[in-house]
């Protein structure tokens, strides 16, 4: 959890893993600068068709001036407009063969899904109510990246 003093302490924000399991031992953390690093001590991960079990992970995530991000692509993801009136572009720095894009709002509720191959620029609508939207990204190298958006 993310919390701000302002005349008390409050929670501005939970910190959770996109991926999260039962079990997964979330939460050993340590900061650095803006940078967040939560471990994971069991884990999963999958590596071509094997799956790895209990090998952990850590979860790095950027504290910013709209809250905390999560990004593990190589580049930086440059997404706008943000605040955005339902239109966004996101540019990805480099093509990549496939991404899938998951759009959540705040209680989880998945509002649009897409698919797309061999792109360096992502073009979607967010089509729900003003307020918050969290934006899912993963490649099929397994990159994967958790950008917050704004609605007006």
């Known amino acids: 959890m993310f919390f701000q003093l302002d005349r008390v302490w409050q929670q501005v924000q939970k910190i959770v893993a996109f991926d999260r399991e039962y079990l997964d031992k979330f939460g050993h ?3 650095s600068g803006d940078f967040i690093f939560v471990g994971a001590l069991y884990d999963d ?3 071509g068709s094997k799956i790895l079990t209990d090998v952990g ?3 790095i ?3 910013t001036n709209t809250g905390i991000s999560q990004n593990s692509f190589d580049l930086e ?3 706008y407009p943000n605040p955005t009136s339902g239109i966004v572009t996101i540019e990805l720095g480099k093509t990549y063969k496939s991404l899938n894009l998951i759009v959540t709002n705040v209680i989880g509720q998945v509002v649009l899904s897409k698919k797309y191959k061999s ?3 992502l073009n979607f609508k967010i089509s729900g109510s003003p307020g918050f939207y969290f934006v ?3 490649s099929s190298c397994g990159e994967k990246s958790i950008l ?3 609605k007006e």
């Open 61 to 63: 995530f950027e504290l």
């Open 119 to 121: 792109t360096n620029k």
């Open 29 to 31: 953390v340590s900061m």
């Open 45 to 47: 991960n999958v590596l």
């Open 148 to 150: 917050k958006v704004i």
């Open 136 to 138: 899912v990204l993963q």
């Open 57 to 59: 992970a850590v979860y």
């Open 77 to 79: 993801l440059n997404l």
